[in-house]
């Protein structure tokens, strides 16, 4: 039993950030009163029609492209079947034989190697409303809807099953995320459910090509939740077939208050989704003209970024890994690289301090930083021109941050100016030794360290402005020869 | 006697999937209906139809789109109007156990 | 009387200030209430509306500025087609109470045209039967034999146009219902092109089948209708960008040299020899006109039937999903839960026709069957569109009896079977998505009208009104009307 492998393919479901609906025109803002972002479409109406919103499809293409999907020439809708009270016509608008794009690859990168996973197919659909329950679902007396996130364009992707560990699992996921988030169609938020993610998992016999049972994982809303979800499965698996159990074909939600997944005992017949091609929508034509027209549009990806970075900057993989976590983050550091031209420089600072105030991968966040990459390119020329010491530089950046302001307005405001002035510190150089006889004695005798103790003292009559190359010199000068 | 086409349980699954409560009586007489049509529906079999493509849209139509346009939407007091069980600003519905 | 002149006629008489249409929906509103209770054609009457929408049009009448042929117009529309405000029931339990937030795509170009809407007329539930008698509130009349039915599903359509309750009426046909009960009740009928009349507010029955059209006393006036309602519309995906010509000025010309298309599987063995001698007398008087009939062959008609039975139930199953007591409509409390809610509503609210067809459509879509019956039936489409694709490169219209027999009495055909079979001439159209008019052909013995069916190629409606107008001139049968007026005492 100890030769158990494990099978992991993820479903994600990625809300678009188109302005209107998939179907209908109504608003997709998030935050709107219950009900009030609806219309006869999207409410499901008797007499109401779906139209195509042309974004959503570019979106697709999009990520299809960006994900090396093969864009299919012919794609269609269909209804998917099945009763719920958030879906408002009781069949959803999805794709099924004919979906816009399929057979592309995401290369994730786990403890430094790299792995190709492969991905099944990428369709459009509408998302549902939401349902708000009295208390647990399990012992509410009843629910009620609001219909305003009924409609709003989804894209899902489903990988194949090729996922051999949680952290490949979640690995996949965040290389996912950061290319829908580069390339602009999802926000990728998964707290606020933006971006979702199901899980199927199953184990079999190390090398067996066959498949072994799979249980469907749901209720996974954020990285850290696919990750110990799926690692508590795996275990709940191994430990069933250890004990001789039967794994059953079903679905499991995630409780991460109880941190374990929890069966949802559903029936056979639940599953008969009775698809069909839409009748209220034509079929797509997807010319390759307009493919190409969109492939010319796709930013740098961040896997081409990472290299470029790499290789062009001269950067460790481990901080053009970093760096290129975000859209946003990446063109921070260029945008900085451009107006102060050293990059490695550039990267310790975004990296250390920068990365201090917000994550990495939060563009809204990074977009809104109060330095600007103007600003951050001013700290350093300070710093080279000898105006300030690094270690100033580091109280005058969070200044920065706090304030808004510029390096220049704070260090002359402060009196910040380095003192760089010869016989000024020759005087304190003087004044310092004179009062440390001991210490003096020390250094004659031999005792190194005992330079670093006079140095902080220079240091701290000048409260921290002094040069410290230069009280280095002076030090050097003034001391007596051993 | 020709092997009937569709079963009393088959019935009853069907009626689950479409969510219509039958009764005993409904669902024999209802048996019997879909036999009938069902059977006549089988005339179809006597055609062939390899390699006929199939007819989903009576008039061929590609790429109809909108554009991303936000619009208005229809007030919240209109679109709760006709709702059988309104609660404040939402539709209510009775408790809700998973299949 | 006013109510006795057709549309072209009542707004001549609007333009030259001897009639107003505040006087026409009066006098339309009056006999509706003489006698609607004896045909059952309303299901809702728009008094106040009306009257309110014919003084707005008295004043454009009066400034010398109306808006359209239309304007002034008193109609009426089956209740299937959403109306702002207004009940709109599909005639059925489950929407009894059901009243839309906007207008369907037509009955906003109606408003726009400045028609006057009288109110809203019956229909079987959810336009599934060819009786009326399938509504969920009463049985419509045959305005020539109230002991008979008008047909269906827009009987209440039919009915109303053929008995003047309205100048004009829309319909909607997914298999013949609105050419099956045009010509049980001796009236013009019209199904268009699919594509050619947006679908926005229409309530669905089969989405790729149904298409809305007019009744009317003649064709001219059923050509101006739909000059108001054709055209392409942003709402409805699959509305045609085709350019609607001026349908009324296409009806002039005459027909010489048309060559007309007789299908001999039209003519089929239990068909009522009245209708077949009917029909077969209307081609020669297409001849006599000129035209140049020829016998054609669309051999797949006899398996459309069957095609259309599995196709529109199956579409018809997914699209009354949406009826499950939560947004709109009836809600039957009192189950323990959700799932007993919905089958309680479902089982309450819709008929037993609805019941049968949403249970046949939900067996042919599930697991295991989709190939064997929705798959089969649409390549059977392919090969009934390919039939007349073929006799179109032949001929111009097809000339054909629109429906086996003529009206039945109230409670005759008790078997879904039999009842299907009364679509078998007027299926075969809607699975290519063509035009096809049916117009008054001649009467039986008894006194019920027959009715000839006319079919164009896709978008060609002026063909076959041209033909269906030169037809109507040079016969009487659209001049013939029911006697409905209460004997005297």
Known sequence: MNDLETVIGLEVHAQLLTRSKMFCGCSTAFGAAPNSQTCPVCQGMPGALPVINRSAVEFGIRTALAVGCRVNEHHRFARKHYYYPDMPKNFQISQYEEPLAEHGVLDIEVGGSSRTIGIQRLHLEEDVGKLIHEGPLETAQSSTVDFNRAGVPLMEIVSRPDMRSPAEAAAYLRTLRTIVVYLGVCDGNMEEGSLRCDANVSLRPAGSPELGVKVEIKNMNSFRNVQHALEYEVKRQVRALAEGEKIVQETRLWDPERVRTVSMRSKEYAHDYRYFPEPDLPPLQVEARWVEAIRATLPELPAARRRRFAGGYGLSAYDADRLTQGRALADYFETTVREYDKPKIVANWVLNELLREMPADDDRAVAACPIPPRNLAGLLRLIDDGTISGKMAKDVFETMYRTGQDAPSIVAREGLTQVADAGELRRVVDQVLAAHPKVVEDWRGGKKAALGFLVGQVMKATLGRANPALVNQLLGEKLPKG | MTQPKISLSQVEHVARLARLELSEADKERMRRELDGILSYIDTLRALQTDGVEPTSHAVPLTNVMREDEPRPSVPQTDMLANAPDPSGEFFRVPRIIEE | ?489
Request: glycine fraction near 10%.
């Open chain 3, 1 to 489: 009387m006013l109510t006795r002149l057709t549309i072209e006629d009542l707004a001549a008489r609007f333009r030259r200030g001897e009639a107003t249409p505040s006087q026409a929906a009066a006098a339309y509103l009056e006999r509706i209430e003489a006698l609607d209770g004896r045909v059952n054609a309303f299901l809702t009457v728009t008094r106040q509306a009306a009257l309110g929408q014919a003084a707005e049009a008295d004043a454009r009448f009066t400034a010398g500025r109306p808006l359209s042929p239309l304007d002034g117009i008193p109609i009426a529309l089956k209740d299937l087609l959403c109306t702002r405000g207004i009940r709109t029931t599909c005639g059925s339990r489950i929407l009894e109470t059901f009243v839309p937030p906007y207008d369907a795509t037509v009955m906003a170009r109606l408003r726009a045209a400045g028609a006057v809407l009288l109110g809203k007329l019956n229909m079987d539930e959810f336009a599934m039967g060819s009786s009326t008698e399938h509504s969920a509130f009463f049985p419509t009349r045959n305005p020539w034999d109230l002991d008979r039915v008008p047909g269906g599903s827009s009987g209440g359509s039919a009915a109303a146009a053929a008995a003047d309750l309205a100048a004009a009426t829309l319909g909607s046909d997914t298999g013949g219902s609105i050419r099956q009960p045009a010509a049980f009740c001796g009236t013009v009928g019209l199904k268009p092109t699919y594509g050619r009349v947006s679908r926005y507010g229409l309530i669905a029955f089969a989405s790729s089948l149904d298409q809305i059209g007019p009744f009317a006393k003649t064709v001219a006036d059923a050509a101006l209708v739909l000059g108001v309602i054709a055209g392409a519309d942003p709402r409805d995906s699959t509305s045609v960008d085709v350019p609607v010509p001026d349908y009324r000025a296409a009806l002039e010309g005459g027909i010489a040299g048309l060559r007309v298309g007789i299908p001999a599987e039209y003519f089929i063995d239990g068909i009522d020899p009245e209708v077949e001698a009917a029909v077969k007398a209307a081609i020669e008087v297409l001849r006599g006109l000129g035209a140049r009939p020829e016998a054609v062959s669309l051999p797949h008609t006899r398996y459309g039937l069957a095609a259309y039975y599995v196709i529109a139930p199956a579409e018809a199953s997914s699209n009354l999903a949406r009826y499950d007591g939560v947004k709109y409509g009836l809600r039957v409390p009192g189950g323990r839960d959700l799932i007993e809610m919905y089958g309680r509503t479902r089982a309450a609210g819709f008929g037993t026709e609805v019941k049968r067809r949403v249970m046949l459509g939900t067996y042919a879509l599930s697991a295991g069957y989709y190939d064997a019956y929705y798959g089969k039936a649409q390549r059977v489409r392919t090969l009934v569109r390919r039939d007349f694709q073929e006799a179109f490169e032949r001929v111009d219209v097809l000339a054909a009896p629109t429906t086996p027999g003529v009206a039945f009495t109230l409670g005759e055909k008790t078997d879904p079977l039999q009842m299907y079979l009364n679509d078998i001439l007027t299926i075969p159209v809607n699975l290519a998505g063509l035009p096809g008019v049916s117009v008054p052909a001649g009467f039986t013995t008894s006194g019920l009208p027959i009715g000839l069916q006319l079919i164009g190629r896709a978008f060609d409606e002026s063909t076959v009104l041209r033909a269906a107008h030169a037809y109507e001139r040079a016969t009487d049968w659209h001049l013939r009307k029911p006697t409905l007026e209460a004997p005297p005492r």
